[in-house]
Nanobody, 125 residues
Framework: QVQLVESGGGLVQAGGSLRLSCAAS????????MGWFRQAPGKEREFVAG???????SYSDSVKGRFTISRDNAKNTVYLQMNSLKPEDTAVYYC???????????????????WGQGTQVTVSS
């Protein structure tokens, strides 16, 4: 049974930092794209960042330069380092895994077959 479990969310002041982790089990994801999405109340789920099997990363324009995605294949874990956080970053953050072997980073949520339960990030002004 495949599971993705996020951790590291919380409440932080604007300008602060958080590091999210996503631990995968039940399957090795080293050859698959891993992504982070977020969903704010009343809004659609949106792509934040993705990393391919070789370590190549892609970011949404809204987080580029502030967030960094990385992965540790030995631990089957992906991370999202979030710096210079803004109130508009407040959302539930989801980890996701693509199901295409060594595919490109895709920004559509429908491309990802596995999802975590989400972790809340709240940035106060």
């Amino acid at each position: 049974q495949v599971q993705l479990v996020e951790s590291g969310g919380g409440l932080v002041q604007a300008g602060g930092s958080l590091r999210l982790s996503c631990a995968a089990s039940g399957r090795t994801f080293s050859n698959y794209v891993m992504g982070w999405f977020r969903q704010a109340p009343g809004k659609e789920r949106e792509f934040v960042a993705g990393i391919n099997w070789g370590g190549g990363a892609s970011y949404s324009d809204s987080v580029k330069g502030r967030f960094t995605i990385s992965r540790d294949n030995a631990k089957n874990t992906v991370y999202l380092q979030m710096n210079s956080l803004k109130p508009e970053d407040t959302a539930v953050y989801y980890c996701a895994a693509d199901s295409v072997f060594r595919g490109p980073v895709r920004k559509s949520a429908s491309s990802y077959g596995y999802w975590g339960q989400g972790t809340q990030v709240t940035v106060s002004s």
